[in-house]
């Protein structure tokens, strides 16, 4: 029996288009695969003039009433057949490889097509290492997309939770739920029972690339005893989830021993769960972590799916206090190094980042991840500007993030109101979600993205001109904004008007 | 019989200390004034390893338990003999006159022993015009606080409706909640009947300067029609509001008959409500408006009063597509030569900005304003860094607002849930200025200011090392923060560990 069959679980998940928008898809041409298309799926946005704007749709079928959702089933296998159709490329099966190769993929060109851009360009920014498309070979649900300064700023939400039975559904629902507001990626990192099938129903149900920190996973395998780990078990732990599907993994590689005494008069001292497990691991046994000596074999296990690394920054400062210092510099540099060997193997590589920054300090972040990088796709957790404001540390951190998306961050991952208290909710997630899409957004108007400003404009004009309904339409959040105007202004006719 | 004597009136204000903190005042010796200290207002926060963090308090007598409030008395008038006890300077009251001549008034003293500055500091910074004090010789009740670059960033909260009868206690309420989470200012936008009641209340009972935009009186006493202001119904609402307290007033002489035409092929038009009252008159009339060609005499009443000229951006851009357009930057260079003639008046001067700005058009507007105006401290809305987010425009806003801030703004106008939906209600005020502070205290932070960091490494101390009520103590927003932190984490043993 597989997880999906447990008819324990009744995920019940949102469903029907985000008030105002109609799900379409665009037909886009694949010449490798004769008379076939690329049904490459967009949220219509139908205005009262009769003109229409076409926006980025991250929600999958969920949004669109023609598709039958069962969770049980899961998703249909939209890549399956592109999958098997191709060849390895010097025995690797990743974008990376095919870029390099100059093969332009279905999925380059899939990404192509929701970024307005064209497929030449995608391939030629995952050859250089400067983009990549997290899509593990054993995840065909997702919906490909590309991750890199040169495309739309993209957000993370993170999900998961101390697993009890019950919240197997909830997971399914919060990934649901955050993708259709907008999140382009979901980072699954539960922790507690029944973790392996938690995963399993999120893989099978989500249109988007899914990451997780397998070091997490692996720690429960030894009781919580972070000295307790191993190579094996690890390993054991990628392998398994890789089988799964995952389609990027946080590798807290670059946590050297010589670093972990540089951390010792922050203000913070270590503050990521996977630094901390693996500085525990280094102090106990005196030497480098499994990850940087096992390095080389664990880009043979992720380049056999195409599982994209996501280099974390275990010592990123976790008060602004600690912001660019040696400990996380340091770590950065072995990153860079870390990166150029994945990048031998053709594996595809991004680089996590902080954390709690002050403005002024945001752009040297930037700046030297770059160059010790070589452009890898930057993804940054906020950061969050000031350490003053629990409880509204989305907006601290929506502060730090649409600067450091500016200066070229890649991906963003999001922080809720409840960062640093409690677990978020439903709400939470989409709190977190919308503000981080906003933070994105006006990222991609600073970089002067083509299509960014069209929206912007399309509201502008429904506002200037009392078009409530278009604007709430073209609102990240049509609800709340509709909700918040019915709150204090009365009639319909004034909206309609 | 005066507004306050109307028992039908039954402002209920909050009172009591902020939770975690206690009010305690430093005296400052005056030495202009034997014997006499300044008594200065701090807000403390106890620590449960016996120290504490002083912080810049906004609240007033409000949150002091050894206080009576009363608000049909108002608050004590804390300037009374300071204003009495001095001659004029040149004929002029203001404290741009006397910091020219030399003297460190009482005022300079205060917002110096506030900002952890020396008093000639102040007095220096006010002479150059780089810093004003708003502080009306008839609002003695007010603390006195300057604005300016060099000094931490401010930020102001709008409040005032339409007003109906019982809405007047509302106000008064909203003035004293938002003072209490840190509103440096507050504005009265008011526009219904009762205006001048209203204004009464909120200025016997603000600590707090006030801010006001004449045009809207003014226009409420024609009618409601714009081409039927006149000079002479302007400045008699000058006077009346000038007699009554008010602090600073927004006026938009800066838009020239010459300037409408340029807004005419925007986006968004022209979206200030004072820009649209004086384009109108203009048109009407074909002639410059009244407040321009009058502004001489306008000087000579606000140097009487020494009320601060706060020259309103009347053709700001209501969205990102406008931003920094010819109408907006025309408008900045007339409100530049006016800010030279006001100061020839030894009256102080602000200048409000933008409003809608993507983020790499907003350091040139901070450029344009301090090199047009004479670095005369800059007031922004915002601005918000893209228009697609109408319900989270706090956000949007907040990350145009951080960065504006650091570039050099001196005070923030806050922007609440609501804009552009409806009218803020307590709660939204409340999210508006915790939004507003965290911005502000972000742009401090990368301004390097010596005091702004020191409550961020006690917070991130205590979080690291699980000191939980002393984290939720040291918050912007204590209850909000510990309500977080319960509704997902149980017991209160694991917050006292």
Same mark, same amino acid.
């Given at each position: 029996?597989?997880?999906?069959?447990?008819?324990?679980?009744?995920?019940?998940?949102?469903?029907?288009? /985000?008030?105002g928008?109609?799900?379409?898809?665009?037909? /886009?041409?694949?010449?490798?695969?004769?008379?076939?298309?690329?049904?490459?799926?967009?949220?219509?946005?139908?205005?009262?003039?009769?003109?229409?704007?076409?926006?980025?749709?991250?929600?999958?079928?969920?949004?669109? *009433?023609?598709?039958?959702i069962?969770?049980?089933?899961?998703?249909?296998?939209?890549?399956?057949?592109?999958?098997?159709?191709?060849?390895?490329?010097?025995?690797?099966?990743?974008?990376? =490889?095919?870029?390099? =190769?100059?093969?332009?993929?279905?999925?380059?060109?899939?990404?192509?097509?929701? %970024?307005?851009?064209?497929? %030449?360009? /995608?391939r030629?920014?995952?050859?250089?290492?400067?983009?990549? #498309?997290?899509?593990?070979?054993?995840?065909?649900?997702?919906?490909?997309?590309?991750?890199?300064?040169?495309?739309?700023?993209?957000?993370?939400?993170?999900?998961?939770?101390?697993?009890?039975?019950s919240?197997?559904?909830?997971?399914v629902?919060? $990934?649901?739920?955050?993708t !259709?507001?907008?999140?382009?990626?979901?980072?699954?990192?539960?922790?507690? !029972?029944?973790?392996?099938?938690?995963?399993?129903?999120?893989?099978?149900?989500?249109?988007?690339?899914?990451?997780?920190?397998?070091?997490?996973?692996?720690?429960?395998?030894?009781?919580?005893?972070?000295?307790?780990?191993?190579?094996?078990?690890? !390993?054991?732990?990628?392998?398994?989830?890789?089988?799964?599907?995952v389609?990027?993994?946080? +590798?807290?590689?670059?946590?050297?021993?010589?670093?972990?005494?540089?951390?010792? !008069?922050?203000?913070?001292?270590?503050?990521?769960?996977?630094?901390?497990?693996?500085?525990?691991? @280094?102090?106990?046994?005196?030497?480098?972590?499994?990850?940087?000596?096992?390095f080389?074999?664990? @880009?043979?296990?992720?380049?056999?799916?195409? +599982?994209?690394?996501?280099?974390?920054?275990?010592?990123?400062?976790?008060?602004v206090?600690?912001?660019?210092? &040696?400990?996380?510099?340091?770590?950065?540099?072995?990153?860079? %190094?870390?990166?150029?060997?994945?990048?031998a193997?053709d594996?595809?590589? $991004?680089? %996590?980042?902080?954390?709690? /920054?002050?403005?002024?300090?945001?752009? &040297?972040?930037?700046?030297?991840?770059?160059?010790?990088?070589?452009?890898?796709?930057?993804?940054?957790?906020?950061?969050?500007?000031?350490?003053?404001?629990?409880?509204?540390?989305? #907006?601290?951190?929506?502060?730090?993030a649409?600067?450091?998306?500016?200066?070229?961050?890649?991906?963003? @991952?999001?922080?809720?109101?409840?960062?640093?208290?409690?677990?978020?909710?439903?709400?939470?997630?989409?709190?977190?979600?919308?503000?981080?899409?906003?933070?994105?957004?006006?990222?991609?108007? =600073?970089?002067?993205?083509?299509?960014?400003?069209?929206?912007?404009?399309?509201?502008?004009? =429904?506002?200037?001109?009392?078009?409530?309904?278009?604007?709430?339409?073209?609102?990240?959040?049509?609800?709340?904004?509709?909700?918040?105007?019915?709150?204090?202004?009365?009639?319909? *006719?004034?909206?309609?008007?």
């Open positions: 029996m597989t997880a999906q069959d447990d008819r324990d679980v009744r995920p019940s998940v949102t469903t029907g288009p /985000v008030k928008s109609t799900k379409v898809h665009v037909d /886009v041409p694949d010449p490798a695969r004769e008379g076939r298309v690329l049904r490459v799926p967009q949220r219509r946005v139908g205005l009262s003039d009769g003109t229409h704007i076409d926006l980025y749709d991250t929600s999958g079928p969920y949004t669109d *009433p023609s598709e039958t069962d969770p049980h089933a899961g998703l249909p296998r939209l890549r399956d057949e592109w999958i098997q159709d191709r060849a390895p490329v010097n025995g690797a099966v990743t974008q990376a =490889a095919y870029a390099r =190769a100059g093969v332009i993929t279905p999925e380059m060109r899939f990404a192509a097509a929701r %970024e307005g851009v064209e497929p %030449e360009f /995608v030629s920014e995952v050859a250089l290492g400067r983009a990549v #498309i997290p899509a593990n070979r054993r995840h065909p649900e997702s919906e490909p997309m590309v991750i890199g300064k040169n495309f739309l700023v993209k957000i993370n939400a993170n999900i998961g939770n101390s697993a009890v039975t919240s197997v559904a909830e997971e629902e919060k $990934m649901v739920w955050a !259709r507001w907008g999140a382009d990626t979901i980072m699954d990192l539960s922790t507690g !029972r029944r973790i392996h099938e938690t995963r399993e129903w999120i893989l099978r149900n989500s249109p988007v690339p899914l990451g997780t920190v397998p070091i997490y996973q692996a720690l429960e395998r030894v009781g919580g005893d972070p000295a307790a780990l191993s190579w094996e078990v690890y !390993r054991d732990t990628v392998i398994e989830q890789a089988e799964q599907g389609d990027y993994m946080t +590798v807290h590689a670059g946590v050297l021993l010589r670093y972990v005494p540089l951390t010792a !008069r922050r203000v913070t001292g270590i503050v990521s769960r996977g630094g901390s497990i693996m500085a525990a691991w @280094c102090l106990a046994h005196h030497r480098e972590s499994f990850l940087y000596t096992h080389e074999e664990l @880009c043979e296990i992720l380049r056999a799916y195409d +599982v994209t690394f996501s280099l974390g920054d275990g010592l990123r400062p976790g008060s206090a600690d912001a660019n210092d &040696e400990a996380q510099f340091a770590e950065l540099r072995t990153l860079g %190094e870390l990166t150029h060997v994945a990048r193997h594996v595809q590589v $991004m680089i %996590e980042g902080p954390g709690h /920054v002050p403005m002024h300090k945001i752009a &040297e972040n930037v700046r030297l991840e770059e160059e010790l990088c070589g452009e890898a796709p930057f993804y940054t957790l906020g950061p969050l500007a000031t350490d003053i404001a629990p409880g509204y540390d989305h #907006i601290t951190s929506a502060i730090g649409a600067q450091i998306a500016w200066h070229g961050t890649a991906m963003l @991952c999001y922080v809720t109101p409840k960062e640093h208290l409690g677990l978020p909710d439903r709400d939470d997630v989409k709190t977190g979600v919308i503000t981080y899409k906003l933070a994105a957004h006006s990222a991609d108007l =600073a970089k002067g993205h083509p299509k960014a400003q069209e929206r912007d404009d399309a509201l502008s004009r =429904a506002r200037f001109e009392f078009r409530w309904q278009d604007q709430f339409h073209l609102a990240l959040d049509p609800e709340t904004a509709q909700s918040f105007h019915d709150e204090t202004l009365p009639a319909e *006719p004034a909206k309609t008007a």
